[in-house]
């Protein structure tokens, strides 16, 4: 009899926590709901807050609030990725401009003029003699008359005349064709009567001056037999050839 209680007792505390326990199941369900809205809800949140960031980043005006007129200063001063980007660029340009202008410097200057037809013409010089009233050409015959029978000392000259009917000034000099025992000497003008003051000519030329274009001159050509000529010479003659050789000279 004095375990039945016991029994009971025990049947008592083993019934209690069934008792106990269905009280807060609904509490506990209701406690996991919340704890599982509040996580979908932080869940959606942080999907926002990311979109958001993400926007932010990608377009930051849309969410900086509304500039006063002092940020907005500001702004102008703050360099941004658009205004480096831009800044970059014109330093650029004026990289590859002043490449340009550089390379512009390399070009040669070039110019092109074309005369009408000139026509060139040449010059000609051309001389002659003549002696008396012959013809004048390329030679002229002196007569030997006034140079016969001549003695030792004796002088005789003849005149002829020299031009030059080309478009050139010439020097004029002589020489003989060959060496002779009579003195031949030349001087420009009418001859002396007495003995001409300049040197025998002999094979070497000597000049006698300038002859200019279009213009003519008299020469005074003059023998003499010389006072010590060999007595070979006597009853003799001889003949003589006198070379006139003119040169072109500038005008």
């Known amino acids: 009899m004095g375990s039945t209680p016991r029994l009971s007792a025990l049947g008592t505390s083993c019934r209690r926590p069934t008792v106990l326990v269905l009280p807060l199941a609904p509490l506990v369900l209701l406690v996991f709901a919340a704890v599982s809205a509040a996580a979908t809800v932080r869940a959606r949140l942080d999907v926002r807050l990311a979109s958001a960031a993400d926007a932010a980043i990608a377009s930051p005006e849309q969410l900086a609030p509304e500039p006063t007129r002092l940020s907005r200063g500001l702004s102008t001063l703050r360099p941004t990725p658009r205004r480096v980007l831009g800044g970059a660029a014109a330093v650029m340009g004026g990289i590859l401009v002043a490449a340009s202008l550089a ?36 030679t002229a015959a002196i007569p030997t008359t006034a140079w016969s029978n001549m003695l030792p000392g004796d002088v005789v000259g003849q005149q002829f005349t020299i031009a030059n009917t080309g478009s050139a000034n010439a020097t ?19 001859c002396p009567t007495a003995q001409l003051t300049s040197a025998p000519i002999t094979t070497a030329a000597v000049s006698y001056g300038t002859l200019l ?20 010479t006597e009853a003799s003659s001889v003949s003589f050839t006198i070379m006139i050789d003119a040169k072109q000279v500038a005008p």
């Open 213 to 232: 274009s279009n213009t003519n001159s008299v020469i005074c050509v003059q023998a003499s037999l010389p006072a010590g000529a060999p007595a070979s």
């Open 172 to 190: 004029m000099s002589a020489r003989l064709s060959a060496t002779t025992a009579w003195d031949i000497r030349l001087a420009a003008g009418t």
């Open 103 to 138: 390379g512009g410097t390399y070009a040669f200057l070039n110019a092109q003029a074309t005369t009408p037809a000139v026509t060139v013409s040449s010059g000609n010089l051309a001389v002659t003699v003549q002696y008396g009233s012959g013809p004048a050409g390329s």
